[in-house]
């Protein structure tokens, strides 16, 4: 690790903020311009519910269009919806949709447990559309290649398949058994095949000389009773790559951040929690470093790579 990106890391762990209009080049401060921006935001979970504790599920509409508003002003790229658009019920997607639609931004979409909170006709074809059948797929910004996971695939609620169902039972067992905890069975994980599939997009990313961004609903670090459940199999396989930046997920409604092998785990704070603050991120991604500039409860960061 260089001099630099030691003192950031270490600036960021004692929450000390840089000047929002600068970044940190060598030894000096110049003009931020960075090389893309993208909007996030998680957790939205409408429904046309009454609040439940410190969940406001109907105000969720609200607030995700002033996310989008300030999203369209900020021009970025495109935004990440990090899962869990609605809390249940399938009818609960149209309003939540339309609201994307009509933002004229490119979204891309990464499943959340809750998304297949619907009626089991529905949970092979969730209204959510995605380049690939699967729920999982890759996309490229610049030179920058995002890498989304599914990790509902092996869950006791998406019912994609009998045998993943069974699977993630075992898990679960063996996880309890182990004291671990994210034994829960509203967590779910990543098949072989992903898994496979996910060392394949790594690996080109590395030939074709990419920093990498991964894209999961449910944390993978650090650990937490919302992590995804093979979280460490995958932490394995990820310690093995140099050019992966951060990994961005939701699921865990207050959010965390942990730094493993130089990659940065940011969970983003849940939209639907508190009856009046939003919560949604912009990042911009530069040379060396991406700025977080959260809104509402999501706070800001700066992270060198």
């Known amino acids: 690790m260089d001099i630099l990106t030691a003192l950031l890391i270490s600036l960021l762990s004692m929450n000390i903020q ?32 009454d609040s439940s504790g410190t969940r406001f599920y109907r105000e969720s509409p609200r607030k995700l269009r002033e996310a989008m508003a300030v999203f369209r002003t900020n021009q970025v ?26 933002s004229g931004l ?8 809750h998304d297949y909170s619907v009626d089991t006709r529905y949970k092979k074809k ?37 045998a993943n169902t069974k699977l993630s039972e075992n898990y679960l067992r063996s996880l ?19 898994l496979g599939w996910l060392k394949t997009q790594l690996d080109e990313s590395v030939s074709r000389n990419q920093k990498v961004f991964l894209l999961c609903h449910f944390p993978i670090f650090p650990e937490g009773p919302h ?11 990820l310690a093995e790559y140099h050019n992966i930046i951060a990994c961005f997920s939701g699921h865990n409604h207050a959010g ?19 009856e009046n603050l939003g919560s949604y991120a912009r990042v911009d991604v530069y040379g060396n470093r991406i700025w977080i500039t959260g809104a509402g409860r999501e706070k800001s960061q700066i992270l060198a790579y």
């Open 77 to 102: 790229s495109f935004v990440v919806n990090l899962g869990d658009l609605i809390d249940h019920d399938y009818k609960s997607y149209k309003p939540i949709l339309n609201i994307l639609d009509s």
């Open 18 to 49: 840089v000047p929002d209009n600068d970044i940190i080049t060598g030894s000096h401060y110049q003009a931020r311009v960075p090389y893309f921006s993208f909007g996030i935001i998680t957790d939205v979970q409408y429904c046309d519910c």
């Open 176 to 194: 309890a058994d182990s004291a671990r905890e994210n034994a829960n069975d509203w967590n779910g994980g990543i098949s072989e095949k992903q």
């Open 106 to 113: 490119k979204i891309y979409h990464v499943l959340g447990n």
């Open 227 to 237: 992590n995804l459940l093979n979280n460490r199999e995958v932490l394995a396989l």
């Open 126 to 162: 969730l209204p959510l559309p995605m380049p690939s059948k699967e729920g999982y797929y890759s996309f490229n910004q610049d030179n920058f290649r995002f890498i989304v996971l599914n990790g509902n695939e092996i869950s006791t609620y998406s019912g994609l398949s009998t």
């Open 256 to 274: 965390s951040y942990g730094n493993f092998n130089l990659i940065h785990f940011v969970t983003l704070r849940g939209m639907v929690e508190t």
